[in-house]
Nanobody, 120 residues
């Protein structure tokens, strides 16, 4: 069994920063791409950023220049550094990882979600 556990959400003021973490654990053979998504009330889930196993990154226009995705392969962890936060960044944030288990099955796993609220 594989789990993704997120941490680091909370309340931030406009212009402030938060750093999200997402650690994968369990029967892991390898992790390919990892990413961060968010979903605000009444809206579809939005892809924010992805990072490959070689640390190549890609960003949505809505967060480019403000958010930075990174990963620590030794810790099976992906991070999202969020700077210059805006009220419209308020949402539940989810991590995603494409993981091959030790029995050879490849699957997309999701974290449980962490709330980020940007408000003064």
């Amino acid at each position: 069994q594989v789990q993704l556990v997120e941490s680091g959400g909370g309340l931030a003021q406009p212009g402030g920063s938060l750093r999200l973490s997402c650690a994968a654990s369990g029967s892991i053979f390898s992790i390919d791409a990892m990413g961060w998504y968010r979903q605000a009330p009444g809206r579809q889930r939005e892809l924010l950023a992805t990072i490959t196993s070689a640390s190549r990154t890609n960003y949505a226009d809505s967060v480019k220049g403000r958010f930075t995705i990174s990963r620590d392969n030794a810790k099976n962890t992906v991070y999202l550094q969020m700077n210059s936060l805006k009220p419209e960044d308020t949402a539940v944030y989810y991590c995603n990882a494409n993981i091959r288990s030790r029995i050879g099955v490849r699957y997309d796993y999701w974290g449980q979600g962490t709330q980020v609220t940007v408000s003064s």
